[in-house]
């Protein structure tokens, strides 16, 4: 039986990742673009929040932020109907056209309308199962196959939206080309949001600046540099089995931007629990979700709380024990 995937009541932000079938390495620069973009459509579409991410050759993962969909008004709902369907056909212009014109008459047809679209929205199963779909279609389609492209439904993790945690899962989703070994700095690989923030991207340093500040209140600048101040300090950092940046690198980076280096082990979770665990956030964040999550999937016994051995100035903890191979 599939365990229930833990949901946030309200806004909440969520670490997804999904793997290519038999980890095939099917993602060449081409697949990567089309993904990319595919994300910003759909996320602007499901009013979806992409705080960061990373696109490897066989996997994925986002950080997004998931707000419910409230008080979307008509336009808006047009509006980010169309956003799908950028070249529409003749079929989806007329239905676009008939939408409009029900949503204006109102009424049962128009109240139905705003239904199906809004349960499209504001959800992050929704959102996921949008993407990878839409992403499946056009790649069956370019490569002249068939069947499942995906191996399994997408891992999602509900974390804590600010402070540490946030930082830290952000900083392992930007640093996977360098532990991959692709890149020194992530900045240099096209396909994460770090690297769309330094180019400009605004809706990227945005993303980032609210995992740096936790509020939209500092300047991007400000924000970028204090992020980029973490991913050297972290990303210097040994991790068993995987590549890191130079230390002399990062010693020169932190050096000419004024920061100092943290301790290495600074923010460093078990990349595991990113990725394997259910809610990953201090105790009473984890506590209040596991209730929830236990009087919904009807569990007698209620899971446990693991906590999660690092030097960080917030002990952390997860729930749901880690089994299965992690995404790296």
Known sequence: MRNRRVLAEGLGIYHCMSRTVNGEAFFKTREKEVLRKMIHQVADFSGVEVLTFCLMNNHFHLLVRVPPAEGVSDGELLRRYRVLYPEPTAYQTASIELMTKELMAGGSDAEAIRVRLLARMGDISA????LKQRFSTWFNKSHNRFGPLWSDRFK????????????TIAAYIDLNPVRAGIVQDPKDYRFCGYAEAVAGRGDAVRGLTFVTSGLYDIAAVEALKAYRLMLFGKGSAPAAGAKQIDRAQAVRVLEKEQGLLPAATLLRCRIRFFSEGAVLGSREFVAAHMDMWQRSARRKNRPKLRAIKFEASEPLVVMKNVRGRAYS
């Open 156 to 167: 999602s993790v509900l974390v804590e939206g600010k402070g540490n945690v946030l930082q």
């Open 127 to 130: 959102f996921m199962k949008t």
